[in-house]
């Protein structure tokens, strides 16, 4: 057990943007890294739901240290105003990075992590922790050792239960046969599954309103397909936000045509509606109740958020608020029952610290269950903490995000444009269209005031448990 961390590299989980971001970082700085992706291609994750255009546009999107590679190799970036889908984000950005030769050699695929320890050392053991090279083990059993660790998983792979106590509803499990991920591609691959279908939708975020926009074109398409939206919460404004006053304007949009669709009839809303139980019926379709009302469906969408998967990291030594499963110091400045994404300030190295020296979880896994995550927060993540492992700490420690102006913009562009133009009331256009530096705890407007979970909660009987809305993605 004499073997040391000198000269071991720093181990990345997940080729994602997060993941790619800290391999950017680290390849700048001359650190020696591998990167291990459970997929087959880098952005497998994105993939999953590339039929989705995010709310910001590629200006955003772009992680600096990346694009500085990508541009010595000669690499055309895309226009700044195009919102891009899940696809282009993945084939126009991701996979060029992870092809170029600096990085495309220190990435494996299918190579699913298991678990990550310390050499010879238990969570338990003390003596000689500090100096011990991390071991992590993958799921055909090789054993890889690094220095330090950066884990940009994600938590795509473990979503939330429908269930309102956090814990699967009486007969969820059963039930899997009609139940969807959050995000199907409704008009595409998974149409035969929706269409003249019964279909509910349960979630009040934006993934939830992404489906349910997807679900209104189709019933206008395909005859007898029905969409229900339920919601834990008295009122969905929450989902709605800031319409006109949205500081990122598809996401304004997005709201603001659900409210239309909502008020026309093409969309069923029922609020107040905590998921209880779920039972087959013998002529077709699954009841769901909360207790006191029942719907029926043939689908249901679970659009009700994710959470992070700590168990790989079970013999580390990790702080986590006991309510967020993010780190203790950044849970605070991450709670949505407190903030939205425009109150989350900057951070980095310090943030995302445990007492395990040398492992970082960073990117969505590392907000826990909050879902105020952008990718721009992620990038400045992987940079503060490349700069640490660099021994740099004036630079890890110098936390600031190149973000959109904060304040009112217009957002009355088309909810499925493709662009934001600054001349027609862009993401926070000015005359010369700059962006501003946050340092403090300023972020991206949402038009929503308080937390996301600000909204009020309708509390069920016991037969119907009810405690806070569950949480789904806010900021893609």
Same mark, same amino acid.
């Given at each position: ?80 105003? @195009? ?147 339920? @919601? ?245």
């Amino acid at each position: 057990m004499s073997t040391t961390l000198d000269g071991l590299p720093v181990v990345v989980i997940g080729a994602g943007p997060v993941g790619l971001a800290a391999a950017a970082h680290l390849a700048e700085r001359g650190i020696a890294y591998t990167v291990l992706e459970a997929g087959e291609t880098p952005a497998a994750a994105v993939r999953q739901w590339g039929h989705v255009r995010v709310f910001s546009p590629w200006r955003y999107n772009i992680d600096a240290a990346a694009r500085r590679l990508l541009a010595a190799a000669g690499w055309v970036e895309p226009d700044a105003d @195009i919102l891009p889908t899940g696809a282009q984000l993945a084939a126009d950005y991701l996979q060029p990075l992870a092809e170029l030769p600096a990085v495309k050699s220190q990435i494996r695929y299918d190579a699913r992590v298991v678990a990550v320890t310390r050499l010879g050392l238990d969570r338990l053991r003390t003596a000689g922790r500090d100096t011990a090279p991390f071991l992590i083990r993958l799921a055909t059993g090789d054993d890889l050792l690094a220095r330090a660790v950066i884990d940009a998983s994600g938590t795509w792979d473990t979503p939330n239960v429908l269930g309102a106590s956090g814990i699967p509803a009486h007969g969820e499990t059963a039930a899997a046969p009609y139940l969807e991920h959050a995000l199907p591609d409704v008009l595409g691959a998974d149409r035969d599954r929706f269409a003249g279908k019964r279909v509910l939708v349960v979630g009040a975020g934006y993934s939830a309103a992404n489906t349910l926009l997807l679900l209104a074109d189709l019933a206008e398409q395909a005859p007898g397909t029905q969409v229900t939206w339920a @919601i834990r919460a008295a009122t969905p404004a929450r989902t709605y936000g800031g319409g006109t006053a949205d500081a990122l304007p598809a996401r304004g949009a997005l709201g603001t045509v659900l409210r239309e669709h909502v008020e026309a009839g093409h969309i069923e809303l029922i609020t107040g509606f905590s998921v209880a139980a779920l039972a087959p019926r013998p002529d077709g379709g699954i009841e769901v109740s909360d207790g006191t009302r029942t719907v029926v469906a043939d689908r249901i969408v679970s659009a009700t958020g994710f959470r992070p998967d700590h168990g790989i990291a079970a013999e580390l030594r990790l702080d986590l608020d006991p309510i967020m499963g993010a780190s203790r110091t950044l849970a605070p400045l991450i709670d949505p029952n407190e903030h939205s994404c425009g109150t989350v300030p900057p951070h980095g190295v310090d943030e995302l610290a445990h007492p395990e020296p040398g492992y970082y979880a960073i990117g969505a896994k590392s907000y826990g269950r909050a879902p105020t995550f952008l990718l721009a927060t992620g990038y400045e993540q992987a940079r503060s903490v490349a700069a640490a492992l660099a021994g740099d700490w004036h630079a890890a420690r110098d936390v600031q995000l190149d973000l959109p102006e904060t304040g009112v913009c217009s957002s009355n562009i088309p909810v499925d444009a493709d662009r934001v133009d600054d001349a027609d009331g862009g993401c926070c256009a000015t005359p010369a269209a700059e962006n501003v530096t946050v340092s403090t705890g300023r972020g991206l407007a949402t038009g929503i005031a308080g937390g996301l979970l600000s909204a009020p909660l309708t509390l069920q009987p016991v037969a119907a448990p009810g405690t806070g809305e569950q949480a789904g993605g806010c900021c893609s």
